[in-house]
């Protein structure tokens, strides 16, 4: 039902719940009410005794057709038919006959099914109603070939891990809580200016070089790369991890080797310079010697159509979820037509828009289509930084673009990640988890990999540019390095998000306030259809380097109390409970916890 929320600019709003995910279709019909322009005529003129007898007539010939032209069940037929006789029942007062025909019995009716002239419908306009994954969800980044690696001291020479070795590291995926297990590409990678270690040139044949500088004479983008495996063990890959309750998400990077079939058979599809030789990838000083961007303005029709089916082969395999690296270096035009593309077909899948670039480019892939997107949130590590990001991504921008919040990629280890030591990691993944509905952590994370390679803002020995094992087993019970991971503390976060619907929602993040600024205090709270309502309350010392100790300052209100109440503050990662009350001492840090993830609960 439209109700009108600006009757001087005639503004109307309705608020529609869908009970089903897919496509669905919408139209505004605008028409003509019989019973409600008789109702505020007759109301006006009966009290002044003007045209009454012929008001109260006009209106019980309304309810007749209201009563005849509408299909209605016995009930509402009957509450018409007492409105139509009181209304011409002389024997009543005026005021008692105007009452039989706009009484809430009548007017309940009529508003249930109204009686409608002149209906004039909008065009039907498409919805897709996506599923709830896209809002909120927990991802795990591995490389298939680093699963199952094994090194021979002796022979100094590595043994790659496959896609039936990856997948015994997935019940491990899962029994941490993550629903969403992404993989690098997992194609054919190129031989011609193939990278070696931490980035160098002179790889050895016996290096695995870039996965991103996909094809081969062993196919392209719709090729398994033969170290890993066959299209039967990806499928088997993907059978495991549904069994486990897992989705795979397929890593969709459109660009290509110097190796790469298309480079041969499509040579129009590049970039040539004067000198006769292919552009190569660079981003200054960067330089990608093994990567050649596709260019699409020299045959759109033609990439279109192949991407598409590209898209179509990992669809056919199980896939729903496509990670886009780099989107923004490709038309925009592109991605909003193969987004709503595929969506005709398989309104299921997902894209995640890798796209770390101008907030104007991130804002409009959201708008075209992807449904979540990489954010600045690795680089955004003070409270008040913080703040003003979450503000802003669940404020307008909220409506279009989900963000998803990464503590560290393969791309990504930031001076905040290779000093601020183990709270800064328990803090990163926290906050990644709570802030928004969406993060991933990367493979190693649990391991703390801090060591970045010089000159860079990424780990030293990356695993993009060579295979590592790390060694599992050393870190389960038993092992020799039992309790040094953080495997237990992600467990501990997916168990909370799982727990915990208001975790699952953007846009009902309340920031508090603390008297030491390094401190970081917020809420978010549902209240569901039941009546019933989930509050939690992240508190987080920032300073991963000392402990630090004061007070904050609740807004009540915003968690669901009163001024002057007090709750029981449960820690659900310690499982320690405070009573707490508008203005609670908070003493957090790598000597005690560097954060409180409270369950609020009332007194």
């Known amino acids: 039902v439209m109700e009108c929320t600006n009757p001087g600019l005639n503004a109307w709003s309705a608020v529609v719940a869908a009970d089903r995910t897919g496509w669905w279709s919408y139209r505004v019909e605008g028409w003509s009410d019989p019973y409600g322009t008789w109702v505020h005529d007759a109301t006006i003129k009966v009290q002044a005794d003007v045209d009454t007898e012929l008001m109260l007539e006009e209106g019980a010939r309304v309810l007749e057709r209201a009563r005849k032209e509408v299909k209605r069940d016995k009930a509402a037929k009957a509450a018409l038919a007492d409105g139509i006789r009181g209304l011409r029942d002389t024997t009543a007062s005026a005021a008692v006959r105007l009452r039989a025909g706009t009484g809430a019995a009548v007017a309940d009716v009529l508003s249930a099914r109204p009686l409608r002239d002149f209906v004039s419908p909008s065009a039907e306009l498409p919805l897709l109603v996506e599923r709830e994954l896209a809002l909120s969800g927990a991802w795990y980044e591995f490389f298939?070939?680093?699963?199952?690696?094994?090194?021979?001291?002796?022979?100094?020479?590595?043994?790659?891990?496959?896609?039936?070795?990856?997948?015994?590291?997935?019940?491990?995926?899962?029994?941490?809580?993550?629903?969403?297990?992404?993989?690098?590409?997992?194609?054919?990678?190129?031989?011609?200016?193939?990278?070696?270690?931490?980035?160098?040139?002179?790889?050895?044949?016996?290096?695995?070089?870039?996965?991103?500088?996909?094809?081969?004479?062993?196919?392209?983008?719709?090729?398994?790369?033969?170290?890993?495996?066959?299209?039967?063990?990806?499928?088997?890959?993907?059978?495991?991890?549904?069994?486990?309750?897992?989705?795979?998400?397929?890593?969709?990077?459109?660009?290509?080797?110097?190796?790469?079939?298309?480079?041969?058979?499509?040579?129009?599809?590049?970039?040539?310079?004067?000198?006769?030789?292919?552009?190569?990838?660079?981003?200054?000083?960067?330089?990608?010697?093994?990567?050649?961007?596709?260019?699409?303005?020299?045959?759109?029709?033609?990439?279109?159509?192949?991407?598409?089916?590209?898209?179509?082969?990992?669809?056919?395999?199980?896939?729903?979820?496509?990670?886009?690296?780099?989107?923004?270096?490709?038309?925009?035009?592109?991605?909003?037509?193969?987004?709503?593309?595929?969506?005709?077909?398989?309104?299921?899948?997902?894209?995640?828009?890798?796209?770390?670039?101008?907030?104007?480019?991130?804002?409009?892939?959201?708008?075209?289509?992807?449904?979540?997107?990489?954010?600045?949130?690795?680089?955004?590590?003070?409270?008040?930084?913080?703040?003003?990001?979450?503000?802003?991504?669940?404020?307008?921008?909220?409506?279009?673009?989900?963000?998803?919040?990464?503590p560290t990629t393969h791309d990504i280890l930031t001076p905040y990640m290779q000093f601020g030591g183990r709270a800064a990691w328990v803090v990163r993944a926290v906050l990644a988890a709570t802030l928004v509905p969406t993060y991933g952590i990367y493979a190693g994370y649990e391991l703390m990999e801090h060591v970045a390679r010089p000159g860079a803002e990424e780990q030293i020995d990356n695993e993009k540019y060579e295979y590592k094992d790390r060694r599992w087993a050393d870190y389960e019970v038993g092992g020799p390095k039992e309790g040094q991971s953080l495997a237990g503390l992600l467990t501990q976060i997916n168990t909370i998000r799982a727990n915990h619907g208001a975790l699952h929602w953007l846009r009902n993040i309340t920031f508090h306030s603390a008297d030491d600024e390094n401190i970081l205090v917020f809420s978010k709270r549902r209240v569901y259809a039941d009546g019933g309502e989930d509050v939690i309350l992240v508190a987080a010392n920032l300073d991963p380097h000392s402990t630090r100790g004061t007070h904050a300052h609740l807004d009540l209100p915003a968690l669901g109390l009163s001024w002057g109440d007090e709750f029981v503050a449960h820690d659900l990662l310690t499982d320690e409970q405070f009573t707490w009350g508008e203005h609670p001492f908070v003493r957090l840090g790598p000597e005690t916890t560097p954060v409180h993830v409270i369950h609020v609960r009332r007194s």
């Open 144 to 406: 298939p070939r680093s699963e199952g690696a094994t090194y021979d001291e002796k022979e100094h020479r590595w043994t790659t891990g496959t896609l039936r070795t990856a997948a015994e590291r997935l019940p491990a995926v899962a029994a941490m809580g993550f629903d969403v297990i992404y993989l690098t590409p997992i194609h054919p990678i190129g031989q011609a200016a193939k990278k070696g270690p931490n980035n160098t040139l002179d790889a050895r044949p016996e290096d695995p070089g870039v996965p991103y500088a996909i094809g081969s004479k062993d196919g392209g983008h719709d090729a398994i790369h033969p170290d890993l495996g066959t299209f039967a063990d990806f499928d088997a890959f993907v059978a495991r991890a549904e069994g486990l309750g897992l989705e795979v998400a397929m890593d969709l990077a459109l660009q290509c080797s110097p190796d790469h079939p298309w480079v041969t058979e499509h040579p129009e599809w590049f970039t040539t310079r004067a000198d006769g030789t292919i552009a190569f990838a660079e981003n200054p000083p960067k330089k990608y010697q093994d990567i050649y961007p596709v260019n699409f303005d020299n045959d759109p029709a033609g990439i279109y159509a192949e991407v598409r089916r590209v898209v179509q082969v990992w669809i056919d395999h199980g896939v729903k979820i496509f990670r886009v690296d780099n989107p923004h270096t490709k038309p925009v035009e592109f991605w909003q037509w193969i987004i709503a593309d595929v969506a005709k077909d398989h309104p299921e899948v997902i894209w995640l828009a890798e796209a770390f670039t101008k907030p104007a480019m991130m804002h409009t892939l959201g708008k075209i289509g992807f449904q979540q997107s990489y954010t600045y949130y690795a680089w955004r590590n003070t409270p008040w930084e913080l703040r003003e990001y979450v503000t802003e991504l669940a404020g307008e921008a909220a409506t279009y673009m989900r963000p998803s919040f990464w």
